[in-house]
């Protein structure tokens, strides 16, 4: 029996002392404001909880080395002191994802207890061992250093309420709530009757599949049901853009990746499921993986798919005339061969997904990327109709282009369609990582001339980028690698060509940036080698080239307005003249998906009383404030308090919507809600407020004129608009990075203190892509399921970040807005890769950087 106090309760345990305390709390106490986003690793401290005045992971904690110990959870932390905290956090804009936001609180509250006047230095080394993927720390450290000053003062003035107006700082939605750990995210869900579901996934890359023996896992007590390929009653392919992602690869077939799952357990408990998993047995006859991407589009290659080649797509672009005759000619040439590597997303929240009977249908919780997506993709491997599966979404803890395939709501979806009753699937951390989309590995040889006056005259690519076991959406990320090839400047000519390659490795996909990181930093690593050539000062060769209105894209899209690469450039000049060892980069970065598809977005917004409105749209919530700026710009077109908007994603509502990408969110859901208000305003100069109660408004908006690359069409138009970008990179004499300047053009900064941390944590992971991350594979196997291993920078690991507001306004967006979200990390290897060649004189080809 082990005794300790949780919570100023006395807890008696008679159960295994191995036991995790994040077990026991979870799954014995329901107490979910602790969160389990490493699996036990210690690697994230999402868990962490006060265990005799110190801060320990729970994770880490078996229930054996609690006897006689004093445990606290948020909730057994005085109101005063944990309110006076997460109000501090949300009003400094500390919360983004939400996910990972508890454990800083509970850390915050150990650090001031000890320490209640902290410099900003001592707070970060405190954080060493929280991981935060959203916000780069400092609106974190912001957060604690406001905490510390109200806790020592014991008292707090009034302070304004901010209105909630289009440019005001108005806090998060839901932000305390996600602060404290009320906020429910998937995993936190129960509901009655529910079991547990695990999936098996293949051993090896590549091999045929000749026999899965479930007989023994059948028979451990607990288990309800094991699931193949045979069980699937519609179509077992699923995929975004390509349908050749099996659900399940039955026997008889061969896999195509690590990743792919063979068989599915449901159980009373997630324990039992688990356990099951391991005891099927697997007959395989294994192959030799295909793993090189060069070597796969070589003749004679084994296919990694039988009914296609391994070259899925080739994207070209030519323009201009014949590049290699014009950078000949040229005054000076620059080239190389640049490499990137494979990124993990590392949301602190894994996959998860909790389905369950709905009348002759299907209701499924998601975390997905896009709920009509989700939808339509579970419906075809149900064989129903799309309007029998009904997709809530719980707000996500992450994403950034992660959670835009389907994982597990397929899986989820099959096991409670056929068992008639509620079935939760979540991904632990290993799973996660060897299982969804990563950011592309891209090869680049490119080639980039200028005249002697040290403007621009052509430029020549050829990219092959490893989009893995399946195509996701890797043709249109190598599609964004040769559309944004120039960069933020004008090239005359432009000769592009851009692979995607199947393999056996890990599919490529969506992840913030979408491939033009990968090609800014072999742009901006030419763009710099040919002003040490032509003795060029760095700032004014880029102003010069720069993108101005009338010029064009690498796609031959000609800008017609709210070009900003100027304005950022100028905003960066201060900084640049007043520094010694720099580096400096632009970015440019679409909003929308374009290509010559339709972005389009609607919402409905019901006026339930005057004290409660309901909005609905159908974009995923993922850290990155699209509810919040939908409340804001509902106010500032209405007038109605977002105090009084409760915003729901659910396909009930029946506004399908795209996937939640390409930084176009605020900029499509926001002219959406400037339609529906019209008529509000119109109804409100005859009516009360009061009045419209029971009334229902709908607004749309759609953009359906852009064009694919290298379409033979008289008006280019890839893309409805821009965001641009110019970070500087400031290094001391030893080679450290002491401090980013980032310029970002938001077009009309929304919310500025959001504005600001979606950059702060943009350029965070920026750096970590810079200096550090990487995902190693061999021989289609991953050298580690570690997060540690990921190498994302920790709050002690970041430099100073100074943030630059510009708005040079976009025709298109609401207010002139332009898309954030990813153009935030366009810049940052390149600028930190430059920084280190003035440092050193060395080129660096090859990321992550070495010194």
């Known amino acids: 029996m082990i005794q300790f106090r949780l919570n100023g309760e006395t807890i008696y345990f008679d159960g295994k002392p191995e036991t995790r305390l994040l077990q026991f709390l979870r799954l014995e106490k329901k107490i979910t404001s602790v969160k389990d986003g490493c699996s036990c690793q210690g690697a994230c401290g999402a868990c962490m909880v006060e265990i005799n005045g110190e801060a320990k992971l729970s994770c880490m ?233 060069h070597e796969a589009i070589k003749p004679g290659a084994s296919p990694v798919h039988s009914h296609h080649d391994n070259l899925l797509e080739t994207c070209k672009v030519y323009r201009g005339g014949h590049a290699d005759e014009i950078i000949t000619g040229s005054a000076f040439v620059a080239s190389g061969i640049y490499q990137t590597q494979r990124i993990e997303h590392a949301f602190l929240e894994t996959e998860g997904a909790i389905a369950m009977p709905d009348k002759d249908g299907i209701h499924l919780y998601s975390n997905g990327q896009g709920i009509y997506v989700d939808r339509k993709q579970v419906a075809s491997v149900l064989g129903l109709p799309d ?92 599609e964004r690698v040769a559309g944004h090839a120039t960069g933020a400047y004008h090239f005359p000519c432009v000769n592009l060509e851009a692979l995607t390659v199947y393999t056996n490795n890990i599919p490529s996909g969506a992840m913030r940036g979408f491939g033009a990181n990968q090609v800014g930093f072999a742009l901006e690593g030419c763009i710099d080698d040919l002003c040490k050539q032509g003795n060029f000062d760095r700032w ?125 969110a605020t900029a499509l859901l926001g002219n959406a809600i400037l339609d529906a208000s019209k008529q509000i305003r119109e109804d409100l100069k005859s009516h009360s407020f009061k009045e419209l109660a029971g009334k229902t408004y709908k607004g749309t908006y759609s953009y359906d004129l852009t064009t694919k690359p290298g379409a033979d069409v008289k008006d280019i138009i890839t893309h409805f608009a821009y965001g641009y970008a110019t970070q500087l990179v400031v290094l001391d004499e030893s080679g450290k990075i002491e401090t980013v300047y980032a310029a970002h053009d938001a077009g009309k900064i929304m919310n500025p203190l959001m504005f600001e941390g979606q950059v702060e944590g943009a350029v965070h992971m920026g750096l970590g892509y810079a200096l550090s991350e990487d995902l190693p594979m061999v021989d289609g196997h991953l050298v580690s399921t570690k997060m540690r291993d990921l190498k994302i920078l920790r709050a002690k690991d970041m430099p100073e970040v100074v943030v630059l507001g510009v708005e040079v306004k976009d025709p298109v967006g ?38």
């Open 61 to 293: 904690t078996p229930l054996a080395k609690l006897e006689n110990a004093n445990v606290n959870t948020l909730e057994g932390i005085p109101d005063e002191i944990r309110d006076v905290i997460a109000t501090a956090f949300v009003e400094k804009g500390s919360v983004q994802c939400g996910f990972c936001t508890p454990g800083f609180l509970m850390r915050t509250k150990i650090l001031l207890q000890k320490n209640p006047n902290p410099t900003r230095e001592e707070i970060k080394q405190a954080l060493t061992l929280n991981l935060c993927r959203c916000t780069g720390y400092v609106k974190i450290i912001d957060g604690i250093e406001e905490a510390a000053i109200r806790l020592s003062l014991k008292n707090e003035s009034d302070k304004p309420e901010i209105p909630g107006h289009v440019g005001t700082s108005y806090p998060k939605y839901e932000a305390y709530e996600m602060a404290v750990g009320q906020r429910k995210f998937v995993n936190d869900l129960e509901f009655n009757g529910m079991l547990y579901g695990a999936l098996l996934f293949s051993e090896h890359p590549r091999a045929v599949v000749t026999e899965i023996d479930t007989k023994v896992a059948a028979e451990l007590q607990g288990v309800i049901r094991i699931f193949t390929a045979d069980d699937i009653p519609g179509d077992r392919y699923v995929g975004l853009i390509y349908k050749d992602w099996p659900l399940m690869v039955g026997i008889g077939e061969t896999t195509r990746y690590i990743g792919d799952v063979l068989a599915g357990v449901v159980a009373e408990t997630e324990e039992i499921a688990r356990q099951a998993a391991r005891l099927i047995k697997v007959v395989y006859e294994v192959l030799e993986p295909v793993t090189d991407p």
């Open 387 to 478: 309007e029998k599966v009904r997709v809530t979404l719980v707000s996500t803890g992450g994403g950034f282009g992660g959670k835009e395939d389907m994982t597990v709501q397929g899986h989820a979806s099959l096991f409670a369609w056929l068992l008639k009753c509620p079935v939760k699937v979540i991904l632990n951390r290993d799973e996660s990582i060897r299982m969804h989309p990563k950011r592309h590995p891209v090869y680049m040889d490119m080639k980039v001339g200028c005249d002697e006056n040290g403007m621009l005259t052509g430029l020549k690519l050829y990219a092959v980028g490893d989009s893995g076991a399946y195509a996701s959406v890797g043709t249109k990320v190598m």
């Open 540 to 664: 004014q060769f880029r102003f010069n080239n720069a993108l101005t209105e009338g010029k064009m894209t690498a796609t031959g899209q000609v800008l017609k307005g709210g070009v900003g690469v100027r304005a950022c450039l100028d905003a960066i000049k201060p900084y640049y003249d007043n520094a010694r060892i720099k580096g400096l980069a632009c970015g440019i970065k679409n909003s929308g998906v374009g290509n010559g598809m339709a972005d389009f977005s609607d919402v409905i917004i019901e006026i339930i009383s005057e004290n409660e409105v309901h909005l609905q749209h159908g974009w995923t919530e993922m850290g990155q404030g699209v509810h919040t700026i939908a409340q804001q710009v509902l106010y500032q077109e209405t007038g109605i308090s977002p105090a009084i908007v409760k915003v729901t994603v659910d396909s009930s509502a029946g506004i399908p919507t795209g996937m939640t990408t390409s930084s176009r």
């Open 814 to 851: 609401p207010y002139g807005a332009k898309g954030l979200g990813e153009i935030g990390l366009v810049p940052t290897a390149a600028a930190v890769a430059n920084a280190m060649w003035a440092w050193d004189g060395k080129r660096r080809f090859e990321l992550p950087l070495k010194k």
